[in-house]
């Protein structure tokens, strides 16, 4: 019997390069030299990696902590097979799958990861509702119990509830005990009814009387009017976690006017009668707290296996197909994420 050959990957590899920032138009699929792992890295074969609104700002040169600049490959994470270990790692193995924020390098067939960064990723669940998981799910699980410390019972508002990490934040807090509402346009008001939280309009100014004093907590990744509105809906002792600008960036906001509002939600926290206002960002948390963030997802996986969250892939496409899954991100519409599988 003649022995299986082993299965050698490519020399070269298909990447999608941003070549400028701007539009779509600036996205061109090239062949690439195969990565090899570094000391402390391992190569993977790309699963499935997002496509998903925070690339979209990438894109645009919008993303206020990327230090990189055009050609470069976006794609903020990843979930992978091992293909290659490296000098010095000794935490994984070849055949294993892992999953990474990466913040930029994953739209391509084949990547190089920190070993010490990777979360192991269980063989049984679909590496495209793995990876959905990876930014918008430990988001979400973040800012409920690192944050926001929720407590069973109490009542929580999210605007933008049908975004990926709104809805994230709708079932998490739904599975927390958590009375949960979602501000959105009238036309989603089942969507946010079927993930178990009443819905409100998005003219947020209703909502404080609808839960008068207020909410316990309030997350807010819309950002419209520097976070004012959504500020007024907290009750005594509440808080508020602004984790996104994405109204104001989609409208061209300047840099400084988003600065300015970010100072001023700091400043809120000098004000009577107890209310707290904080930003959040899953890098920046991540950075200062490595072991919230490996624990988290590990937790959230945990719950993928047992069935009790279902991430909504909108569709799976082709490298070739990110250009227009970014229009249709921009067009928004979208119930669920777009994946790039492999």
Same mark, same amino acid.
């Given at each position: 019997?003649?022995?299986?050959?082993?299965?050698?990957?490519?020399?070269?590899?298909?990447?999608?390069?941003?070549?400028?920032?701007?539009?779509?138009?600036?996205?061109?699929?090239?062949?690439?030299?195969?990565?090899?792992?570094?000391?402390?890295?391992? #190569? /993977?074969? %790309? *699963?499935? +990696?997002?496509?998903?609104?925070?690339?979209? =700002? !990438?894109?645009? $040169?919008?993303?206020?902590? &990327?230090?990189?600049?055009?050609?470069?490959?976006?794609?903020?994470?990843?979930?992978?097979?091992?293909?290659?270990?490296?000098?010095?790692?000794?935490?994984?193995?070849?055949?294993?799958?892992?999953?990474?924020?990466?913040?930029?390098?994953?739209?391509?067939?084949?990547?190089?990861?920190?070993?010490?960064?990777?979360?192991?990723?269980?063989?049984?669940?679909?590496?495209?509702?793995?990876?959905?998981?990876?930014?918008?799910?430990?988001?979400?699980?973040?800012?409920?119990?690192?944050?926001?410390?929720?407590?069973?019972?109490? #009542? /929580?508002? %999210? *605007?933008? +509830?049908?975004?990926?990490?709104?809805?994230? =934040? !709708?079932?998490? $807090?739904?599975?927390?005990? &958590?009375?949960?509402?979602?501000?959105?346009?009238?036309?989603?008001?089942?969507?946010?009814?079927?993930?178990?939280?009443?819905?409100?309009?998005?003219?947020?100014?209703?909502?404080?009387?609808?839960?008068?004093?207020?909410?316990?907590?309030?997350?807010?990744?819309?950002?419209?009017?520097?976070?004012?509105?959504?500020?007024?809906?907290?009750?005594?002792?509440?808080?508020?976690?602004?984790?996104?600008?994405?109204?104001?960036?989609?409208?061209?906001?300047?840099?400084?006017?988003?600065?300015?509002?970010?100072?001023?939600?700091?400043?809120?926290?000098? *004000?009577?009668?107890?209310?707290?206002?904080?930003?959040?960002?899953?890098?920046?948390?991540?950075?200062?707290?490595?072991?919230?963030?490996?624990?988290?997802?590990?937790?959230?996986?945990?719950?993928?296996?047992?069935?009790?969250?279902?991430?909504?892939?909108?569709?799976?496409?082709?490298?070739?197909?990110?250009?227009?899954?970014?229009?249709?991100?921009?067009?928004?519409?979208?119930?669920?994420?777009?994946?790039?599988?492999?």
């Amino acid at each position: 019997m003649r022995p299986v050959p082993s299965v050698v990957p490519p020399q070269v590899q298909r990447t999608v390069v941003l070549r400028h920032f701007g539009g779509p138009e600036g996205f061109e699929l090239v062949d690439s030299p195969l990565p090899s792992a570094g000391p402390g890295e391992v #190569r /993977v074969r %790309v *699963l499935a +990696a997002s496509v998903q609104f925070t690339d979209v =700002l !990438l894109r645009r $040169g919008k993303y206020p902590d &990327l230090k990189q600049k055009p050609p470069l490959v976006l794609g903020y994470d990843v979930v992978g097979q091992i293909d290659e270990v490296g000098p010095g790692v000794s935490n994984c193995q070849v055949g294993e799958r892992v999953a990474d924020l990466t913040v930029t390098g994953s739209y391509a067939r084949y990547r190089t990861l920190r070993a010490d960064r990777v979360v192991r990723v269980p063989a049984q669940v679909d590496p495209a509702e793995a990876a959905a998981l990876v930014l918008s799910w430990a988001t979400a699980y973040q800012l409920l119990h690192r944050l926001a410390h929720v407590k069973q019972g109490e #009542r /929580v508002l %999210v *605007l933008g +509830a049908t975004g990926a990490v709104g809805q994230a =934040l !709708l079932v998490l $807090g739904a599975l927390a005990g &958590l009375e949960m509402w979602g501000a959105v346009r009238e036309e989603h008001f089942d969507r946010v009814r079927s993930l178990g939280a009443t819905p409100v309009g998005s003219n947020v100014a209703r909502a404080r009387g609808l839960a008068n004093p207020g909410f316990d907590a309030v997350f807010d990744g819309v950002g419209e009017r520097g976070f004012e509105s959504s500020w007024a809906c907290v009750r005594p002792g509440g808080r508020l976690i602004g984790f996104g600008f994405s109204q104001p960036m989609l409208s061209g906001v300047s840099t400084l006017n988003l600065g300015f509002w970010l100072l001023r939600l700091q400043c809120w926290n000098l *004000l009577p009668n107890g209310r707290k206002a904080h930003f959040y960002s899953i890098e920046a948390v991540r950075k200062r707290h490595p072991e919230w963030y490996r624990a988290d997802l590990e937790k959230l996986f945990e719950l993928l296996c047992q069935g009790r969250i279902h991430p909504r892939i909108a569709e799976r496409i082709e490298l070739s197909d990110v250009p227009d899954a970014h229009r249709r991100i921009e067009a928004g519409g979208l119930d669920g994420k777009i994946m790039i599988c492999a």
